[in-house]
């Protein structure tokens, strides 16, 4: 077993186990740290499959910006948990035996047998200087451009509808304007009115 | 030294591999907390002066053993875990936030082919792992339970989230520019006198890294993660000894790593101010020839000067309010890094010289 | 590479213009905030009308592809797009009033609606799977937003919700079904994925059947096809009027384009795997969808139940395999979406400000109110319950026809008997217009252009009904193009 191999049965393991921490610890912030160790070794998988720039990138949107996110509103949610885990228990042989016919019939598909190297041909190694990063470049704005387009679109209407969701037109916050205020004159605020008075002033009948 | 070379080449390969790889990370790592320790003395230093006052001079001659005196200090104080606070991510915080901010160093290089490791993704790697730094502060807001350091957590959460946006396309202009991700290959596409570095055409770019740097550092003039006179201390309040020491520590590399950064991408590097301009002969003076030619020793001056402007911003500018800082980072920075960014790839298309030729 | 040149982009025309416009009105609906939003409006029809111009303009007599495959220019896609514009327009003019009394008069509304027809387009004319799912998703992705238009309403949140988390796990069972394929195959394009299928080995036959169960959940689920129906009535009583009857109708045509583009195009040598699960999948959606339907006392459940057994009926054409059965499956979508256009836009035409029209019994006495809209709803009612000489009927008559002509004689008795036991409902919508007191006496207050569009509409389906060899046969072209 080479080093390459012992390294991934080691990701592996790591990232199974965070993955099923992230189903099933109580703490909802420790589900998100968990999700977030199980992108990160997802990256280091996808490094050993020489897809350097992929990796890089996931943990740069996913841990970087989306969990960090995600971590933020799960801390600020006040999340009582015993109403979300009743019936756990009750559903628990159900859930599993429709998860363990799934996992079978999975397995029975996609195995070795199918996917295996006499099945598929092995993918060429790289040399030390192939850009990944470049060939990747370089399909996205060619054979690519147009998917690569459409996702553009895709987050386009992301933002629309964010936006559109939850933008409220009437802000409560009051503003100070400072160019405004710099050019009230006195009279604008103040009105000086001579009135006579209502009433005589006692001691003068 | 036969011998020594004997004994060297009966280890085997992967060990010797594995020992030579970690005097690297050691050669980078110790001169790092060193200039991180005088980092905080000179910036209380320089902080001084610009106030009129003397600062620290009692430790040591001039005071030049302050910040042996501070670590001495910081490490046999009690490390105190609050009540009811998560004791493992309490301590986990403050390592999260250290570990990025060493870990971004691997692809830095000093010169050309002095690099700890010289991956074809410098920039992106930079980007990934400066972005996780956050972790460790929201970790640490968190498992305090404290709502100073909560609020602390969440107020630098956003804001690094926010200017990670404006810095990551100022580094996109890079890349443009130099037409590589790799930083070696972006130092040495600005070869050449001041001139030719990308502060130029890059220069709204330039100040936006810079400024977004100070931003993601959690510095003055953007330190409301800290706040003193709202949130007392914000994310680390409930933090002491070296518990305390480790989150300094980090953030002070942190500066180093932006210092160093921006003179790597748009100060040109190790490139001496007039590279190429001086006569061979000139080059050759003993001593003052090395002054003058090319080498880390600039890139060094670089990172001083850039340092020198962390702390006198500090010394200068009163605290943002928060939504300003949000209404800069959003509608001010990223816009602008977003026209720039068509202007750099016009410069490219039309191959503007000197730096696109 | 291969093909790492810069791609020929104009055959992309009409995708690309609807991009660009529909960039702009969000632009200038952005800025000319505090006014009407009749400029938006305006400005969506316009872009509509423009981009059938330029699809009709474009339309070829044979496929080309570009983008490396990934994009084809077809009949089939000219036809179905240009009927998306249509409906599209069709819906803007329909909830105009609707939205300004209630406060959604809003240039989101247009905008995300452009978009969403933009994901349709883009699903129409895919060629690759990349393309079917990212149309997909940016028609989903809008739709959501649209449904949950209506933020301070908890029904319409609610249903936002339900959508969005089931469609997105059918967008991952699509994902994963199409994964596995691209597993086998080594290739995304759906041309190539035939010829390679066509050439596969025999060992590779179980993961192929499991690819497309997967694949076939998915569609099912987008489609709402029992039993991936639940979210239809949820999201049809939910959302919006005017959201409803887009959601209800333009992507059940994209919709169309999908499954042609996937299991026809891509799979078709998977006939015999597809087949049969198609067959659950429609009677399950023809008996549940009809039968549920009758104990419904709000109209637009009622016709989300309705959608669940058309596409019962639409994918029965399908499973036929032949060209002849697409051929009316493809009519059936068409005449679906008209239908279901004119039903949701009656409901628009009676509400009003507060009151929204959508509960059987506000169609009580509509005779007594306006004879003329009660005969338009009357001829919607008929053509969806399959009345002859209405659309509908000859819709129906078509798919059954296809099932018989390939022997599936006990699918098309079947589907004759959920057809009569859906009429049921259809009819008793006619009773109480013409055989009850009216409980609202209120006049019709509708606007002049909604009133026209609504009467060409029911009209269309009486006046196609008598001739429906026209439709059909321009199903037949599109289809049998080389």
Known sequence: ?205 | MDSLLAIWSSVPESAQLITLTVAKILAIVIPLSLSVAYLTFAERKVIGYVQVRIGPNRVGPRGWLQPIADAVKLMFKEIILPSSSNKFLFVLAPILCLGPALAAWAVVPFMDGVVLTDIDAGLLYILAISSMGVYGIIIAGWASNSKYAFLGALRSAAQMVSYEIAMGFALVGVLLAAGSLNLTQIVTAQQGWVWNWFWFPLLPLFFIYFIAGVAETNRAPFDVAEGESEIVAGFHVEYAGMTFAVFFLAEYANMILVAVLTAIMFLGGWYAPWSGLLPESALAIPGLGWLLSDGPHWLLAKISFLLFLFLWFRATFPRYRYDQIMRLGWKVFIPITIVWLLVVGGMVIAEVPPWFA | MANSQVPNFFLALPEMWLLLAGCLVLVIDAFGRGKDRNTAYLLSQLTLAVAAVITVAMATDIRIFAFNDSYVSDMMGTVLKTFIYLVTAVVFIYSRDYLRERGLYQGEFFVLALFAVLGMMIMVSAHSFLTIYLGLELLSLSLYAMVALKRDDSDATEAAMKYFVLGALASGMLLYGMSIIYGVTGTLDVGQVAQRLASASEANNLVLAFAVVFVIVGLAFKLGAVPFHMWIPDVYHGAPTPVTLFVGTAPKIAAFAMIMRLLVEGLGDLHAHWRDILIVLSVLSMGIGNIVAIAQTNLKRMLAYSTISHVGFLLLGILSGTENGYASSMFYTLVYAVMGAGGFGMILMLSRSGFEADKIEDFKGLNDRSPWYAFMMLILMFSMAGVPPTLGFYAKLSVIQSLVDVGLVWLAVLAVVFSIIGAFYYLRMVKLMYFDKPVETAPLRANLDLRAVISVNALSVLALGLYPSALMNLCIVALTQP
């Open chain 1, 1 to 205: 077993m080479g080093v390459e191999q012992i390294l991934f049965y080691v990701f592996g393991a790591i990232l199974v186990f965070a993955a099923g921490m992230v189903i099933t610890v109580r703490n909802p912030v420790f589900a998100a740290l968990f999700l977030v160790l199980a992108f990160f070794t997802s990256a280091a998988l996808w490094i050993l499959l020489e897809a350097e720039f992929l990796a890089i990138t996931l943990v740069l949107v996913y841990v970087g910006a989306v969990m960090v996110l995600f971590l933020f509103v799960v801390m600020m949610l006040d999340i009582n948990l015993a109403p979300l885990q009743e019936g756990f228990t009750r559903y628990l042989p159900v859930g599993i035996v429709v998860a363990g016919i799934i996992v079978a019939e999975i397995y029975f598909a996609v195995n070795a047998e199918h996917f295996g190297l006499q099945a598929v041909a092995e993918p060429v190694r790289h040399a030390a200087d192939y850009s990944n990063t470049r060939e990747l470049g370089r399909v996205i704005y060619t054979a690519y451009a147009y998917p690569f387009e459409i996702a553009s679109a895709i987050l386009l209407v992301a933002i629309v509808a964010a936006i559109a969701l939850t933008l409220r037109a009437k802000r409560q916050s009051k503003y100070i304007q400072p160019e405004k205020q710099v050019i009230v004159r006195r009279k604008d605020r103040v009105r000086i009115v001579k009135m006579p008075p209502e009433r005589e002033e006692p001691g003068t009948s």
